[in-house]
């Protein structure tokens, strides 16, 4: 997925930029306390028993602005080697569990085993990537763009996975 981020420029398409993030970076850091997520407008979960505060709080839905953020007043390390670095381990995860459910499909043949990989892969992105874009309402060009390079990633792994665990089953799939 590095290799995506870096060589397309699909991943960038939908962050906008605010007119002047100075007064933006201010506003939040003033509002703001902790460190978490936030939603503008406020939503209180007591307001489910207040009948007139929901209505307050859809009429503020409807009119915008919204907002769905993640705040870190005391800002953020843009440390690329450690974030890589997890990356790689969350990567590897995945691709040991996929491994291991490569290895104890019934399916024989290579290609059948590699569109294993990429569906089991893309599947377990799947799901957050369009809840995100239902819920908190992700640009669905965002979501799709997240879900087909983790189907192009994992059908590209899922490949090099099959290979692997035959070579290490001493067997080979095939064709």
Known sequence: MMVSWIALPWHFSDFQQFKNDTVVSEAIRSQSQDSGL???????????????????????????????????????SPSMGSMMAIGFLLNFITAFLLMWLVSSCSITNLTGRTIFVAVAGTVGALYPHVSNWNWWFFPAFYCAVGVIDLLITWSL?????????????????EA
């Open 38 to 76: 936030y939603m503008v407008p406020n939503f209180d979960p007591k307001s489910h028993e207040d009948e007139s505060k929901m209505e307050e709080f859809h009429a503020a839905m409807q009119t915008g602005p919204y907002a769905f953020m993640i705040v870190k007043p005391e800002g953020v």
């Open 157 to 173: 792994a899922g490949y090099v996975m099959v290979k692997v665990s035959d070579k290490i089953a001493g067997s080979s799939s």
